[in-house]
Every structure is written in C-alpha cells, then in structure tokens.
C-alpha cells in the first residue's frame, strides 16, 4: 500500500498584514507537502468577522504568490462554513459529547472565583452537565440563551505527539468543559480549526506555538467527531536578537514592507528556512533543493531569532543569483525610461554586486547617465594630488575607446608611470566623484559616449 498523500495547510486570520512569523508558517507547510509530493492548502480562518477584513485576505494572496507559493484548491472560508460547524454540533449534542449551558457571565465569574479561593486552577464546574433532557428542553424552548460545551471525559488523558515537542499526555482533569458556541451563535475558533483540517483531509498541521495549549481540546473534539486529528506541530517563536518576541522594532518588517523595499523572494524564503529549522546547507536554496531538505525533524524547540543582518546576506546571494533579465527587473524603477538595452544591462551588471535595495542604485544612475557629480572631498584630493597629464593622457584615450577603461588606464599609466592606486584613484574620482563604488570597467560600459573622455577633459 502506498502512503497516504501528505496534505498540509496555513490557515491565516485575515486580521493584518502578513509578518515573517506567519510566512515561515507557511512555507514550512507548503515546504512539507511538497517534500512528499503531497497538497499544499490555504484556509481563510475569517470567522471572527469584527477582526477579519476583505482587504487583509487580497493582500495575503498576493504576499503568498510573490514568495512563490502557490495552494492545491481553492481556499476554504470559515465564514462560509457556518451551517457545516452546526451540523457537527448536533452530531456532538446528539451523542452527548456537547450540551448547552445556559449558566450566566456573573454564575461563571462566582465559580472561577470560588475555584480559585480553595486553590483550584479555575474550570468550569460543570453545573449544566447534569441537567437532564427534560430540563435542557424546556429551557431551550423559553429562549434562554445558552452556549454549547464539550464533555470532556472524566477520565484518562488526552495524548498525541507533537512533530517539535514530542509525545504529550495532557491529563484531562486540566481541561474544563469547554465553549464550543458561543450564546450568540458564533462557533469557538479552535472548533473550527479543528473541523476543517478534518474536512480537507489536512494530514500534518504545522502552526504557531500558541496554539500547543488548543491541540488537547482539538484532538478531543475530532476523536468525539470519529476522525482523525493531523499530526500537529507547533513552531517555536521567532524573536528579535534581543529574545522578545519579534516586531517592527527589530527591523522585521511585514512581508509586504520587505517586497516594497526590494527585498527578492528567494532571500526571504532562505533566511526563514534556517528561522527554528536547523540546516547545513549553507549555500543559497531554490524552491526544489528547500522541499528535500525540509523536514519537520529540524525544526528546533528553542525560539528562533531573527537578525537582519542575515536577510541582508541572503539578500545578497539571492540578487547574485538573479538573471541579467530579473536583475534589470528588479532595480527597473531606478533607471532612466528611454535607456537602450545595452546601456541598462551594462549598469545593472555594474551596479548590483554594490547595493543590496534597488534605491541604493540611485546615486549610480546619476553618475552613468546624469550629470557629473559634485566629487566628495576624498575624491577632490585624489583628482588634486594626481600627476601631472594623467587626465591628459586619459582623456585622450577616452575619445578614441569611450567604453574601455582598461584603454584609459593603460595610456595614464604610460603617460605618468603611475600605477595602483596613484593610477586608479584620480581617474575613479574624475569619473564618478567618489573613491568607492563598482567596478570602473564594466560601469564605463553602461556610460554613453563621449561622457568619459568629457569627464577626465575637466580636469586636463
Ligand atoms: N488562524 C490561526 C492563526 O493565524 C491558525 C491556527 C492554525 O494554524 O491551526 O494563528
């Protein structure tokens, strides 16, 4: 018998932006389905509908398709699934799992406050577990409002194996009879996320360490369904170098924010592979080579800390990675319109080994195809202290090669004797105004004629 197909899910609350937390949750998911060749689902988790915006789930969509996820189906929505939650409640009062509690806020708040004088961790005392039939009817039929809690068990204890923690045996004595619906109809979230992974066949459900707390209620709530709870997972927190939870401070922007800065995918899908996932593959990952090597068995219990230094070394390798093509994309809204092909794949060659954001280009723009920039004050003493006729002899050279710097720098060099930096350093400041910046070989390629040698002429 062949294993049955791996089905995995990110199910994301459509309450904000994405942040670098929900997206390695949802790259591991999609990472382990396609490890296995299984199915990669996205769940709308919308049904507290005060939080949940329609704009929030288009932005998610998009977010997810720039980072090269893509899901099996088309997404289920909680909000719609309202009549199926119901179904399954009866289903669970019918056999007893579930009976309505028609106990007040006040009767709720004198019990939690009594459990907690005689030292008990506070649980719902079960007052309307004992009702009978007779009493649950009539008083169903006078419209008094109720909630619907979970049974659970007397006894025994709720197990399951965590694919981070491990085996886990929650006694069910630490469990109070749980809200499953709410007095105004609105089923409990953890019910919901329950009832769908098991309505979409979900097979291993990776998520956020806070929900460890919901797996017993969930795992209860489908055994008293008779289906199967997925293998869960609950990813450690990411934090910030300093270990607090991660946030804007740290520099951990929203996905969105990162993508609007110029951040490339494959930068961010390669620093959250190794964020709580041990790894020794240190080289830049594609898509295929990150699915074989996930696997849930390196994901780490310890809290994971994010440090922009590592997306910028990722960001780094990944734009090192990029084709001529998708490099002229990417740093496309710096350049000039008009700019002929050649010119532009000549700068962009040029420029990308020395920014790391495609705004970081702007002042190259301006020196291959602007004005003269104004030179700093180190590029004003190279140009000062150069020997004499080395601009001459350059500028020389440059009217007859325009776009060869090695030409330019050859005849300086005959013309003078300089070499090294006595040679290289006037002739980078007369070109470009600075002493530091890419390459001068390729950059002059990018230059329009007669810019080079009207450069150098200034300062003959
Ligand atoms: N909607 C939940 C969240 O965003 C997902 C919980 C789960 O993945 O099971 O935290």
């Not at 899910?9 to 990472?31: I, K, Q, Y």
């Not at 074989?292 to 734009?319: I, T, V």
Request: proline residues 7%.
């Amino acid at each position: 018998m062949s294993d049955p197909i791996v089905v995995t899910r990110f199910a994301p609350s459509p309450s904000g932006e994405l942040h670098l937390g929900n997206v390695r949750t949802a790259l591991f998911n999609a990472l382990w389905a396609r490890h296995h060749g299984g199915r990669f689902l996205l769940r709308i988790e919308d049904s507290d509908a005060a939080r949940s915006q329609e704009t929030h789930v288009a932005a998610l969509v998009a977010d997810l398709h720039w980072l090269g996820l893509s899901w099996d189906e088309q997404p289920l929505r909680q909000s719609q699934r309202y009549e199926r939650y119901n179904q399954l409640l009866g289903e669970l009062l019918a056999s007893n799992s579930a009976y309505p509690c028609f106990c007040t806020t006040e009767q709720l708040e004198a019990g939690r406050r009594a459990q907690l004088a005689a030292g008990l961790p506070p649980r719902y005392s079960g007052t309307c577990r004992h009702l009978s039939a007779e009493q649950r009817a009539t008083r169903l039929a006078a419209g008094e409002p109720a909630t619907v809690r979970f049974a659970v068990p007397q006894q025994g204890s709720v197990q399951f194996d965590d694919l981070v923690h491990g085996p886990r045996n929650v006694p069910v004595t630490e469990l109070g009879d749980f809200v499953l619906r709410r007095a105004d109809g609105s089923p409990a979230f953890f019910f919901c996320n329950a009832v769908d992974d098991a309505d979409s066949g979900v097979t291993h459900a990776l998520r956020g360490d806070d929900h460890l707390s919901n797996t017993p209620r969930q795992v209860l709530i489908l055994q008293a369904l008779g289906r199967t709870p997925p293998r869960y997972g609950h990813l450690a927190l990411l934090t910030g170098p300093d270990g607090s939870p991660l946030s804007k401070r740290h520099g951990a922007a929203s996905l969105r924010q990162l993508r609007e800065e110029g951040f490339v995918p494959a930068a961010v899908t390669n620093l959250l592979f190794r964020l709580g996932h041990s790894s020794t593959e240190a080289a830049l990952l594609g898509a295929d080579a990150m699915a074989r090597a996930f696997g849930p068995a390196h994901l780490q219990r310890a809290p994971a800390q994010f440090d922009p230094a590592q997306l910028l070394h990722w960001q780094r390798e990944a734009l090192t990675a990029l084709t001529a093509e998708q490099a002229a994309v990417w740093m496309g809204p710096q350049l000039p319109a008009d700019l002929p092909d050649s010119q532009r794949d000549a700068f962009v060659a040029a420029v990308l080994p020395n920014v790391l954001r495609p705004h970081e280009a702007a002042f190259w723009v301006q020196v291959a195809f602007g004005e003269a920039p104004e030179a700093d004050a180190d590029a004003q003493a190279a140009i000062a202290t150069a020997p004499a006729g080395l601009f001459a002899a350059a500028a020389a050279a440059a009217a007859l090669h325009p776009q060869d710097f090695k030409a330019i720098a050859d005849a300086a060099k005959a013309a003078t004797g300089a070499k090294g930096p006595a040679l290289f350093k006037p002739l980078r400041a007369a070109l470009t105004g600075r002493l530091q910046g890419p390459e001068l070989g390729p950059l002059l390629r990018a230059f329009a004629a007669d810019v080079a040698r009207q450069r150098l002429q200034r300062f003959t």
